[in-house]
């Protein structure tokens, strides 16, 4: 009986080739496993100079903009009401003397008496104290804080000289003269010669 040679031949030349590549695999993926550790985390490089570089930007932005609210909150100032530009400022009614010609814009304070025949009221002066203004004549009807043009003479009001002085007795402009004299006998008040009203009241 004869045996067939090719069958008692060696593994094939070329398995050799196959496992080699395998072989060294295997012992590659085992090295890996076998560490068991995980690539390092790349941590970023901050100094301390940038971080504190940081810190100094965001308190600046802080303070401004802190600044900022503050200024949106504040109250408005009030502008200056510069009123009519076509009319002067009201003037102050300065002191007068007895016996003074005088012409003056100021601002009636008070309204005493307004009769057909005469009309008394006061005016704002720069003292504090109201003057008394009687006109012997009718005026415009008057308001208080209208503005007035008055024009006439500076008199010392005396019970006894009244109506030679102002031109028109106490009894027809007042209802009650004694009142006014109590106030203003011996104060100087103005003998109106006209009143012009130039300013209408600052009230309805």
Do not use: N
Not at 23 to 34: D, K
């Amino acid at each position: 009986m004869t045996r067939d040679h090719r069958r008692l031949r060696g593994p094939a030349a070329g398995w050799r080739r196959r496992a080699l590549p395998l072989g060294v695999l295997l012992v590659v993926t085992t090295g890996l496993v076998g560490c068991g550790q995980d690539p390092a985390p790349v941590e970023p490089e901050v100094t301390a100079e940038e971080l504190q570089d940081v810190r100094d930007q965001i308190e600046a932005l802080e303070r401004r903009v802190g600044a900022l609210e503050s200024e949106s909150t504040a109250e408005p100032t009030a502008e200056p009401d510069e009123g009519d530009p076509t009319e002067p400022p009201v003037e102050p009614t300065p002191q007068f003397t007895d016996g003074e010609d005088v012409s003056v814009r100021a601002e009636v304070v008070g309204l005493i008496a307004t009769t057909d025949i005469g009309t008394a009221f006061r005016v704002s002066t720069g003292s504090g104290r109201a003057v008394a203004v009687v006109s012997a004549t009718p005026v415009p009807p008057l308001a208080v804080q209208d503005v007035v043009r008055v024009t006439g003479t500076a008199t010392t009001v005396d019970p006894e000289t009244f109506e030679r002085d102002f031109g028109i007795a106490a009894a027809v402009v007042f209802d009650d003269p004694d009142a006014f004299f109590a106030g203003e006998a011996g104060q100087i008040a103005i003998a109106a010669d006209q009143v012009e009203l130039t300013g209408a009241s600052a009230v309805d």
